[in-house]
């Protein structure tokens, strides 16, 4: 193809325009105003934009763990990790948990200070950072703890005038009774001395943040057999 043929090519004048074009815009972003909010992995400015403009330093800050789980009446600590200079940099990421501001979406479930977590009731929120004007998330899901009780009795079987020992330890209950004229109880652990005329069921009943549950122990009482022995006349 001869030279005035290839620039009468409408082709070569596409390709040359749209270089031209490309080049400008390049030219014409102002790298110093180039900023992101990352979390995890990054959202806002794509990565490669910064390589097209050599190198632009992105400074990153997302909140570890990015999900968590907790009890009632519990903690959890989420930490706030700042990179200056991104995830590709050279520097070393940074600990600015205690400098960054942190919120809860619901305070009712879930309230946040320093990046210390407290679970109040059961629902999830969403925990908000912010560093150096850059935003970051995480999710936290509070719920409330299993209550569980053991409770015995010792012994499980006596004569009539004996007594036995009712023993009881709970976790995460509020509040407990017995029932048989007990009344309430320790909710922690205890011990009750009981003297049945007859075979007798106790029930322990507890509440708390996971609702109510009740706990059966038993204590036989056996009568003895007196034979009297008589003489005919």
């Keep these: 193809m001869s030279i005035a043929k290839f620039f009468k090519n409408s082709h ?6 749209l270089i031209l074009g490309v080049g400008f815009l390049i030219n014409s972003v102002d790298v110093d105003s180039l900023s992101v909010q990352t979390q995890v992995f990054g959202e806002g400015t794509p990565r490669f934009l910064a390589k097209w403009v050599g190198d632009a330093v992105i400074s990153t800050y997302v909140i570890d763990p990015a999900s968590a789980s907790s009890r009632i009446g519990q903690t959890r600590q989420f930490i706030g990790w700042y990179d200056p200079d991104g995830l590709f940099g050279s520097q070393a990421q940074q600990n600015k948990t205690t400098s960054a501001s942190w919120i809860s979406s619901n305070t009712s479930v879930a309230t ?9 009731s059961s629902g999830s929120v969403t925990i908000t950072s912010v560093y150096s004007g850059i935003t ?15 409770f015995s009795a010792n012994t499980t079987s006596i004569f009539p005038s004996q007594s036995s020992t009712l023993s009881w330890s709970c976790q995460y209950a509020d509040s407990c009774s017995i029932d048989q004229g007990i009344g309430s109880v320790n909710n922690v652990s205890g011990a009750k001395s009981v003297r049945p005329a007859k075979t007798t069921t106790y029930t322990l009943t507890c509440s708390g943040p996971g609702g109510s ?5 038993t204590v036989n009482v056996s009568f003895l057999l007196k034979l009297r022995e008589i003489i005919p006349r």
Aim: aromatic share 12%; glycine share 2%.
């Design 12 to 17: 070569f004048w596409l390709f040359t325009i």
């Design 112 to 120: 946040i200070s320093s990046g210390l977590a407290s679970c109040v």
């Design 136 to 150: 970051a998330t995480a999710s936290l899901t509070c719920s409330a703890a299993p209550l569980s009780c053991s």
């Design 213 to 217: 549950e009740t706990f059966p122990a």
